[in-house]
């Protein structure tokens, strides 16, 4: 089992390598027109509200006390695969 730092040093590095990826997505997306954009931008914004509660989720792990964070871990993995889910799906569909 990891400790609560290098649980939350893996959360961040993950957040960084999907912020990457996230912006490569919005290059494609300000490169479409018409509908395919509509779409796309769709697609974008729910990665983008994923993303922001794994920000927010992260954060509160870094608040919590060492007893709490094992609690607050089990919210946060079903974040992150949200996050990892809504990344997968739209890296397929902008490909």
Partial sequence: MKTKNAYIESLAAELKEWGAQIDAITAKTEQSVGMAKIKYEEELNKIRAHQQAA?????????????????????????????????????????
Avoid: C, V
């Fill in 55 to 95: 920000s927010l989720k992260m954060r509160e792990l870094e608040a919590a006390s060492d007893d709490a964070w094992e609690k607050l871990k089990e919210t946060a993995d079903k974040i992150w695969d949200d996050l990892r889910t809504g990344l997968a799906s739209a890296n397929a569909k902008f490909k």
